[in-house]
């Protein structure tokens, strides 16, 4: 972990009643880097990044974000600070267009109130 670190994770345990799924977990990123988080099923991937993405709270350890601690309790509070997430299983409203899971809660408006700027929706979700 260096000084240009945009995203740091330092020491996140996580606990699901007795079963331990993350230990110590370290983690950091610079800005515009993409990184694939790998390991065997039950090996905590999910979890580190439904923390990360505030859909979970940790149990101990701290983010931060251009080096000041970040409260990521929430997705909102993440999205704020500029963290998304993509999940592999990537359904939140089934009913719903993947471009339209990506942009929720978040639909771009057009001109007319009330009604979604399409166009924009998608160029977002590209």
């Not at 790998?38 to 991937?45: H, R, S």
């Not at 439904?50 to 080096?67: C, D, F, H, T, Y």
């Not at 997705?75 to 409203?93: C, K, W």
Request: aromatic residues 6%; glycine residues 10%.
């Amino acid at each position: 972990m260096t000084d240009a670190d945009f995203l740091v994770m330092r020491g996140i345990r996580k606990s699901f009643d007795v079963t331990e799924a993350l230990r110590g977990v370290d983690f950091s990123a610079q800005r515009g880097e993409v990184h694939a988080i790998v390991g065997e099923n039950g090996a905590g991937k999910s979890t580190l990044m439904k923390i990360l993405s505030g859909a979970i709270p940790r149990n101990a350890g701290e983010i931060l974000v251009e080096g000041i601690a970040a409260d990521v309790s929430t997705p909102l509070t993440a999205h704020r600070l500029g963290i998304r997430a993509v999940y592999q299983e990537f359904s939140l409203v089934p009913h719903l267009t993947v471009a339209e899971n990506i942009v929720l809660g978040q639909m771009p408006s057009s001109r007319v109130p009330g009604c979604v700027d399409w166009a924009k929706a998608y160029r977002r979700a590209e």
